[in-house]
Every structure is written in structure tokens, then in C-alpha cells.
């Protein structure tokens, strides 16, 4: 049996979100659709909840992370590839919050500290930075939802 297409089309600029709701209600029952509509609604509205969900729970855990990386971070008692590891149980324990973390870091971090002798820059990163073929990105994207893209690229260089 073929599917076939309904269009809903109209202008909702000037209307408001419940009347909007309403339109779609009625031209729902015009074409004897209600209980697609219904289920789409419901699918949207436990989608909204679990990204809010998801959302409070990962700044929930961002004051955590932030306390446990400026700690791994200002121990001077450890070697470089130690920092490494203990910052990489980090990011995999906290894997969504961690690279939110490090996205703000960027936001703030200057791209370069100016001249050096030479009249080269230097190009400077706190912690280390991954790139995503070598580390799988980690995705909490419900199946059939699209993703924001991931955590933030690389810079050049």
C-alpha cells in the first residue's frame, strides 16, 4: 500500500504557539490523521524531556568536572603521561560534560601568547586535545534524532 503525503502548509508567524497547536489539531480531523499527529506529539514531547533531562544533568556535573581537572591539572607531583591518563579517566567518566568543559576552556583561551624571539607565535592548549578519528565521538543521540555535531573541531595547526 502506498503512503500517501499530506502537506500542512500556513502562515504561523502572527499566530500563537496554541493556536498553531489547534490548526494542527483540525486539519488533523480534516484528513483523518488525529492518531498520527497524536503519536508525533507525544514522540516530540518525550524527546523535549529527555534533552532536558540530558541537559540539566550534564551542568549538574559540570562544577564537578571543572573542581577534578584544575586539581589533575595543578598536581605537580605527577609526570606528564600520568596527567594524561588521570585526565583521560576523566573524560571517560565524564565524557559529555568533559568536552564541554574543554569547549568552554577554548572560548577563553587566547589563540596565541604574541610574538617570541623570531617573530613566531606559540600556539597554547590546557589538557589534551583528541582528535575524533582517533577517539570515537560519544553520542547520546537518541536514535532517529540528529545530532548537534559532536564536540567542537580541532584547531588548525
Do not use: C, H
Amino acid at each position: 500500500m502506498k503512503e500517501k503525503k499530506i502537506m500542512f502548509t500556513m502562515d504561523l508567524r502572527n499566530e500563537t504557539l496554541a493556536q498553531q497547536k489547534q490548526d494542527v489539531v483540525i486539519w488533523a480531523q480534516k484528513y483523518g490523521i488525529e492518531s498520527q499527529v497524536q503519536e508525533f506529539q507525544s514522540n516530540l514531547a518525550n524527546l523535549q524531556n529527555q534533552i532536558k533531562q540530558n541537559v540539566t544533568d550534564l551542568i549538574s556535573e559540570l562544577s564537578t568536572v571543572l573542581e577534578q581537572y584544575y586539581s589533575i591539572m595543578e598536581n605537580n607531583d605527577q609526570t606528564r603521561m600520568e596527567q594524561m591518563g588521570v585526565l583521560r579517566n576523566l573524560s571517560d567518566q565524564y565524557p559529555e560534560a568533559y568536552d564541554v568543559l574543554l569547549f568552554a576552556f577554548q572560548l577563553y583561551m587566547p589563540d596565541s601568547f604574541g610574538p617570541i624571539s623570531g617573530g613566531d607565535s606559540v600556539e597554547v592548549q590546557w589538557g589534551p586535545r583528541i582528535p575524533n578519528d582517533i577517539i570515537p565521538v560519544r553520542s547520546t543521540t537518541p536514535p532517529g534524532a540528529f545530532s548537534p555535531g559532536g564536540p567542537p573541531p580541532l584547531p588548525d595547526g
